[in-house]
Each structure stands twice: as structure tokens, then as C-alpha cells.
């Protein structure tokens, strides 16, 4: 059992940066892949981007490719989203995931645990 926290959204202007975090606890965070979806108001939850157990490889969708970067910290069992040029379709839901992360599969990832999500909105 992984219990998944995120932490760090908040409002911003159309433009800026934010860092959202996930800390995670329970069992063996490091064997999980670990990813990060959105939820916009009306929509449903869409994937946004995951890093693999070991943070070799990286998958995004193109809509954030070149502004946000996934990076993961396995000694502080947290997974970490930057999130820059922050455009106002960018508000939603940030919900961190756990669980297999493989490149061959659209979208690469399938999730075992959720965390509750974080508000990200940006004002234009």
C-alpha cells in the first residue's frame, strides 16, 4: 500500500512557475513508477506526464513538452512536478499517481494509487 500527498499548488499568473510535490509513503516508493494527471472543471482526468522507477526516462504529452519537467528524489520518497510558462488551460486538479510506467503503452502509465490532488490555477 502507497499513500500518495501532494502539496504546492496554489494561483498564479499566466507566465509563471509552480512546483507541485508528492511525498509518498508506505511501501518501496522506489519500485513504482510515478506520474501526474489533471483534471479541468467538466473534464475528466487526463495524464499529463510520469518518470520510471529508476528517473531514467521521462513521457509527456505535447500540450506540456519543454515547460514542465517531472523529477523524482527516491531517498525523500517524493516525485516533484515544475511546472513553468504557465498558460490559464493549465488550471485543474493535479493529482500525483503510483504505479508501472512503460513507454510502449498510451498513455504510459497504469496507475495502482492516487493521491488526493492539489488546485493549480492560472489567472490570465
Known amino acids: 500500500q502507497v499513500q500518495l500527498v501532494e502539496s504546492g499548488g496554489g494561483l498564479v499568473q499566466a507566465g509563471g512557475s509552480l512546483r507541485v510535490s508528492c511525498a509518498a509513503s508506505g511501501h518501496a516508493f522506489s519500485s513504482y513508477g510515478m506520474g501526474w494527471f489533471r483534471q479541468a472543471p467538466g473534464k475528466p482526468r487526463r495524464f499529463v506526464g510520469a518518470?520510471?522507477?529508476?528517473?531514467?526516462?521521462?513521457y509527456y504529452i505535447d500540450s506540456v513538452k519543454g515547460r514542465f519537467t517531472i523529477s523524482r528524489d527516491n531517498a525523500k520518497n517524493t516525485v516533484y512536478l515544475q511546472m513553468n510558462s504557465l498558460k490559464p488551460e493549465d488550471t485543474a486538479v493535479y493529482y500525483c499517481?503510483?504505479?508501472?510506467?512503460?513507454?510502449?503503452?498510451?498513455?504510459?502509465?497504469?496507475?495502482?494509487?492516487w493521491g488526493q490532488g492539489t488546485q493549480v490555477t492560472v489567472s490570465s
Open positions: 518518470i520510471t522507477w529508476s528517473g531514467d526516462r521521462t
Open positions: 499517481a503510483a504505479g508501472v510506467v512503460d513507454g510502449r503503452n498510451r498513455p504510459p502509465m497504469d496507475v495502482d494509487y
